[in-house]
């Protein structure tokens, strides 16, 4: 805590229906009120992590994009990853920069056809094949991800060229 009554502490809640309610804290002097007004709009909430920084909660997480997999740990009561989820996250993250690689190519294919190149419009359809056969190439090396940080270095190149 900062000694200017400021902070960058974070509540972290669950509700009864499994949800998460994230608190930032910025006036330390307004804590009590905060944690109060909580406990009146959401009355079975039990606070499962205090921070001195706002989540993301997992340094691998740095921005927060496998929120969905953020689970708690029936044993701890401690938040935690599930990798299964989090591997679904991951080939989702993927399939949307796909989709816009196709976007890309999808003109690409109309200037070649545009301009009467047959063997560029065959090019393209290639690498668009190779976009449409993605998901099932990198469930491998998505399988074997044991971190989030793994799952971040399954980058195929055809979706950054």
């Avoid at 668009?128 to 270095?153: A, E």
Wanted: glycine fraction near 4%.
């Amino acid at each position: 805590m900062k000694s200017d009554n400021t902070t960058e502490k974070s509540l972290m809640y669950q509700r009864d229906d499994g949800t998460f309610i994230q608190v930032y804290i910025f006036d330390f002097a307004q804590e009590k009120k905060v944690r109060k007004r909580i406990h009146e709009e959401f009355p079975n909430a039990t606070i499962i992590e205090q921070s001195g920084h706002g989540l993301p909660m997992f340094e691998e997480d740095a921005i927060g994009a496998y929120w969905d997999a953020y689970e708690i740990n029936k044993k701890t009561k401690k938040p935690t990853v599930s990798m299964k989820v989090a591997r679904e996250v991951r080939l989702n993250q993927l399939r949307a920069c796909r989709e816009e690689t196709f976007k890309v190519l999808d003109q690409d294919v109309l200037v070649a056809l545009g301009k009467g190149k047959q063997s560029n419009v065959d090019t393209i359809e290639k690498q668009k094949q190779k976009l449409r056969d993605l998901p099932q190439r990198v469930k491998s090396g998505l399988s074997k991800s044991k971190t989030l940080s793994d799952l971040d270095d399954i980058l195929p190149p055809e979706l950054y060229a």
